[in-house]
């Protein structure tokens, strides 16, 4: 019996060895199979500089060991978000990427009690989400909103429209995936790692919202954060931080693996003299080459001659020694060939000392007993702004830590694996002293896996045409100067203007304000619409990206957005203006286009390679414009935006005695609701004149006559039915075609979602240029002459409204009424008339040239 009960044991332990052995063996395969599988990414970017280097760097990977699956773009960071979408979509169109899904933005909101809405916009930090995209600049306040800024890094200094092709994906309203889409359905397919260049609001309300799916996001690499001090405003905080604190918070203590690259260890793998020579060298790819001409760009336009100890390798960096980590995954202790790790405990602190008070600046706590959100730590002074009083010291040094990464210990603490500096190059002899320098250099230049074209060698009869138009002996009808915010209305009565007959109007150049309805970037599609109706010949000034008053006195570049934060930043707002409603890629590309070039002439530091291609400023076109009319020519002004520029005119020398007709549209003097729809507590103003109200104080405190095409009237003639009803032709050309597609666009968002309400605001900003310049008697104007004054006190609740003051008010000649009807049909008429027409009709026309052999056409 016992020999018996032996032999089942042992054949009991032979058998548990031999499935032991299957099993540990199935279980190695299975082991092998899913490290043979590709490590799926999401990046959450803000596409500055650095961002598409990392891009770059990415997508060079093998994708059998690196997948990109998907990526969204943080919209409240170093990018307005209509720029920074086709940005990355040409970018991964020029890498043969378009598989891979892009996110941006989304028209969700919060609720005063917390309540997160679908898709909720990544416009704003957390701490200022509301139900819609329009709001403050917190946080934003501390990047710059044109040069040096959110201008550069929109259009990459000038070099994106002209150096990267353009595929077919671009914005599109409504039909453009947002941010929480594309993640959702991102970490919804499996298993996923997260890289997070930006700030973390697209990331973080995920998480809030969707707790379920945790456990698919393998780990979360972070640019940011910064353990030390730093600089003076705010010396503690990093931008990505910064620009969403509680956002930052959220996602390092989401309770998920996170490894961070902070300010601290990025400090020390700046971009050295030798490392610039070196990558000047490295231009055997399109991806090589654009990145290049980029930095050479920030370098030659830096602020002062210390640029190779200013910038530094941020995101790329990061990138770079997240994929090394998970190279060598089966070590816990962060090992890679780049940076220096270590387990640090920290937290992200979002609001300031003394807690539990009450002082307006923290809406998660003000007025309540308990947080919006679950984490208390929320319940002190949130900043509010660059020069907050309550964060400056008496010597002006920043004492607020909001976004400040503090090592602490306790139950607020989490351990995050830290980069602490970026490791040595093996190669003692090497001028490329960190070893993340070779391995940049070596993947962005390598040729597999390398962008197909550019722009200029995507089509192969590709060429800049400048068209100029020759007007031979005709005379030329009365100066004409167009002052717009390059929002859809004013780029449509553009088109109008350039129909009318030269002998009418000679349009001598035209001035636009970025501190409306559009972005500053928004002048490259003033660029493209003169190119395709044949006048490069007139010369487009920049305004001032802030109103009066709103600008830093001791930092310039830097400013309030007391005025323009009335914008939806989102969809009906500056996302749609930015990309004309999704129709601007439709446009063909004109070989002007904003540029970072500069002169010592203009006040630069140094003179870059092309300083004659450099944007011209608003001022500078004016005086030019001056300069070289006439003697005793009298101008005619238009001004259909903000009245920022008109305000510099008229303290520039000789406007009174050159400017004769000066029409006004906007301001509401009517007994009903205005147009500000964003600001509910303002229930007269109109839009132009709320969002510089010190500018018009400046106009109506002149001696010029003044016209006025108040919003009244302008609402008489908002009917999109009437003018695409008039617009249909048998013979259109292709201005009216693109007109009329363009507003049926804006009519069909209008009628399919609440967002787009106020579409006919922008029918009625091409009455101005009819009135003005149309001269057709059939259209019955009716004037009246009225003693008006504007409210400018500082007081956003009756700031840019209009009354009628018959003691102070000056007199205003105020159009009351046309007939819409021939109004309707002479706009109509003019669009359609094959005068003046267009020379290149669309970017589709532009690339049927480009691909077919000129002497096809003698």
């Known amino acids: 019996m016992a020999r018996l009960i032996g032999l089942l044991v042992f054949i009991g332990f032979v058998g548990a060895l031999v499935y032991f052995n299957v099993f540990t063996h199935q279980l190695a395969h299975a082991q092998l199979q899913i490290r043979a599988r590709p490590r799926r990414i999401l990046m959450d970017t803000d596409v500055d500089m650095d961002d598409f280097f990392s891009l770059f760097y990415l997508l060079k990977e093998n994708t059998s060991e690196f997948n990109l699956e998907a990526i969204t773009l943080s919209a409240n960071g170093w990018c307005d978000s209509g720029h920074g979408i086709n940005h990355i979509y040409d970018l991964l169109f020029m890498m043969g990427r378009d598989d891979i899904p892009v996110g941006v933005g989304g028209e969700g909101g919060i609720l005063p009690n917390g309540t997160i809405l679908p898709d909720v916009g990544g416009y704003l930090p957390i701490i200022d989400q509301g139900t819609s995209t329009a709001g403050g600049c917190r946080y934003r306040q501390a990047i710059p909103m044109g040069a040096k800024g959110l201008l550069d890094i929109d259009t990459m200094y000038g070099l994106r429209k002209g150096f990267l092709p353009q595929g077919s994906r671009g914005y599109s309203p409504l039909e453009q995936p947002t941010a929480q889409q594309v993640m959702i359905n991102a970490v919804s397919a499996g298993p996923i790692t997260v890289f997070l260049l930006g700030t973390h609001t697209n990331f973080a309300i995920f998480l809030m919202t969707n707790p379920q799916l945790k456990k698919n996001i393998e780990h979360i690499y972070v640019m940011g954060g910064s353990i030390w001090p730093h600089c003076d405003d705010n010396p503690y905080a990093e931008f990505n931080f910064f620009e969403d604190p509680f956002a930052a918070y959220e996602v390092l203590h989401s309770g998920i693996p996170v490894t961070l690259i902070p300010l601290d260890a990025t400090n020390t793998i700046p971009i050295t003299e030798n490392f610039f020579k070196a990558f000047e060298q490295k231009q055997n790819t399109y991806e090589a080459q654009y990145s290049f001409k980029a930095m050479k760009m920030a370098h030659d336009t830096w602020f002062n001659n210390h640029f190779h100890e200013n910038v530094f390798m941020w995101d790329y960096f990061m990138v770079g020694v997240a994929l090394s980590i998970m190279r060598n995954s089966a070590n816990d202790n962060g090992e890679n060939e780049f940076a220096v790790m270590e387990y640090t405990n920290i937290t992200v602190v979002t609001s300031n000392e003394p807690y539990g008070i009450s002082d307006g600046s923290n809406p998660f706590n003000d007025g309540s007993t308990t947080s919006k959100f679950k984490n208390g730590v929320h319940s002190g002074h949130v900043q509010t702004g660059n020069r907050d009083p309550f964060c400056l010291e008496k010597n002006q040094k920043g004492r607020c830590k909001d976004g400040y990464t503090m090592e602490v210990t306790g139950p607020d603490s989490v351990r995050v694996l830290v980069a602490t500096e970026a490791k040595r190059n093996q190669d003692a002899n090497s001028l490329l002293d960190r070893e993340f320098y070779k391995s940049f250099l070596d993947v962005i230049s390598r040729p597999q896996q390398s962008g197909r074209f550019n722009i200029s060698t995507q089509f192969p009869y590709y060429g800049e045409i400048v068209y100029k138009p020759d007007f031979g002996t005709r005379k030329k009808g009365k100066p004409f100067v167009f002052d717009m915010d390059m929002s859809t209305g004013d780029l449509i009565a553009l088109l109008y203007l350039l129909k009318l007959p030269v002998e009418q109007i000679d349009l001598k150049g035209i001035l636009v304000s970025p501190n409306g309805w559009a972005s500053a970037a928004t002048i490259d599609i003033v660029y493209d619409v003169l190119h395709m109706m044949g006048r490069d010949d007139i010369p487009v000034g920049l305004g001032d990206v802030f109103a009066i008053g709103q600008k830093e006195q001791t930092f310039p570049l830097f400013g309030d957005c007391k005025y323009r934060k009335a914008i939806p930043l989102g969809g009906g707002g500056l996302l749609d203006s930015d990309t004309l409603y999704g129709f601007a890629r439709d446009l063909p590309r004109s070989p002007r286009r904003y540029t970072a070039e500069n002169s010592v002439k203009f006040g630069a530091p140094r003179d870059t390679d092309h300083p004659e291609v450099r944007q011209p400023l608003a001022l500078e076109v004016w005086k030019s414009i001056v300069d070289s009319t006439d003697p005793g020519s009298k101008i005619t002004y238009l001004t259909n935006g903000p009245l920022t520029n008109l305000a510099q005119v008229i303290s520039s020398e000789r406007a009174s005695s050159v400017i004769q007709d000066l029409c006004i549209v906007g301001g509401h003097i009517d007994n009903k609701t205005g147009n500000l729809f964003t600001v509910p507590s303002n229930e007269f103003a109109e839009f132009n004149m709320f969002l510089d109200p010190l500018a018009v104080k400046v106009v109506m405190d002149s001696k010029l006559n003044v016209t006025l095409i108040p919003l009244g009237v302008q609402r008489s003639v908002s009917s999109f039915n009437h003018v695409l009803q008039r617009l249909e032709h048998k013979n259109q050309t292709p201005e009216a075609a693109f007109t009329q597609n363009l507003l049926s666009r804006l009519s069909q968002l209008q009628q399919k979602s609440d967002r787009y309400h106020h579409m006919d605001t922008f029918l009625g900003e091409i009455l101005g240029a009819v009135v003005l310049a149309g001269d057709d008697p059939l259209l019955n104007q009716a004037f009246q002459h009225m003693?008006?004054?504007?409210?400018?006190?500082?007081?956003?609740?009756?700031?840019?409204?209009?009354?009628?003051?018959?003691?102070?008010?000056?007199?205003?000649?105020?159009?009351?009424?046309?007939?819409?009807?021939?109004?309707?049909?002479?706009?109509?008429?003019?669009?359609?008339?094959?005068?003046?027409?267009?020379?290149?009709?669309?970017?589709?026309?532009?690339?049927r040239i480009w691909t077919t052999p000129p002497n096809r056409f003698l």
């Open 787 to 847: 003693p008006l004054k504007i409210l400018a006190n500082g007081d956003v609740k009756n700031d840019g409204q209009i009354v009628i003051d018959e003691k102070q008010g000056r007199l205003v000649k105020v159009l009351r009424s046309v007939n819409t009807t021939e109004y309707y049909d002479h706009f109509a008429d003019v669009l359609n008339n094959q005068s003046q027409s267009a020379r290149i009709g669309n970017f589709a026309e532009q690339k």
